[in-house]
């Protein structure tokens, strides 16, 4: 299975536009974050975790020939508005794209994209399967995965174990039994925003305790805002096995 990091920033991405700090204005490639998605392929499907603002860029800057399906975290913009541009993959490749959303993601993505869902097809528009994810364990092609029930504040999201890999973003809270079905997972992804305190995602101290808890034998931290720090500077800093991710990261288990 190879993982490659789309993208690893927050909802507005670095830089930020107007902001003036020296991680907006670092010639350090690794922090420049787009909004956060990550490429899952699995040898027989190819697999998007959310699809934001900069899909589009995320997919030629990465090369994606193929895509099978784009699986939802949960519906908040940075993590849906690309939906649209699965379109080349519908008339060059004369396939549907399978999205994998719980009920509610999928009320907030007709919303949002009501020209989809409308009973009279206007031509050209995206051409998509839907799939309820609920709490069973599902599959795409020959890949188990399995659903994590996470807090993003007073909000349910999902995170996703797939086989020793387990990718969580806009955790806040994880409750117990989420927590074991995480463990033993080799490689650990999971949401560190920034050092100062937030009311709806882990900071760097909570993300360092929670990879701590998990024990993976190598952990990335994702969604990571311009507040953090440059990722030079961060990295020193942080416990054995424990890294930044950065977007062009590739993992291969």
């Known amino acids: 299975m190879k993982i490659t990091f789309l993208g690893t920033g927050t909802s507005q991405g670095i830089p930020v ?3 003036n700090c020296e991680v907006c204005h670092s010639d350090d490639p690794r922090d420049n974050r787009l909004r956060v998605s990550v490429l899952v392929e ?10 934001g603002p900069d899909f589009r860029y995320q997919m030629l800057r990465a090369g994606v020939k193929d895509l099978d399906a784009i699986v939802y975290t949960h519906e908040h913009k940075d993590h849906v508005a690309g ?5 080349p993959f519908n008339y060059l490749l004369h396939k549907n794209i399978d999205i994998y959303a719980t ?13 989809i869902f409308a009973e009279k097809v206007y031509p050209g528009i995206p051409q998509i399967n ?23 504040y007073k909000l ?33 992804v999971v949401n560190a925003l920034q050092v100062e305190d937030h009311i709806s995602h882990f900071t760097l101290g909570e993300a360092i305790a929670f990879a701590q808890e998990i024990g993976a034998q190598t952990t990335y931290f994702t969604h990571i805002g311009h507040n953090m720090g440059k990722h030079a ?21």
């Open 83 to 87: 939906l649209d541009d699965i379109r």
């Open 130 to 152: 839907v799939h309820t994810i609920a709490a069973e364990n599902f599959y795409i092609g020959k890949t188990e995965l399995i659903p994590l029930q996470i807090m993003h």
């Open 156 to 188: 349910p999201i999902l995170g996703f174990r797939i086989n020793n890999f387990t990718y969580i973003t806009d955790a806040k809270t994880i409750p117990q039994e989420t927590i074991a079905k995480i463990k033993g997972t080799k490689v650990l």
């Open 42 to 51: 699995t040898g027989d499907k190819t697999i998007v975790i959310d699809s």
């Open 17 to 19: 536009i107007c902001c």
């Open 233 to 253: 500077d961060v990295e020193k800093e942080l416990p054995e096995n424990i890294r930044l991710g950065y977007d062009g990261l590739v993992i291969n288990l």
């Open 103 to 115: 009920a509610r993601v999928q009320e907030a993505l007709k919303r949002e994209f009501s020209y």
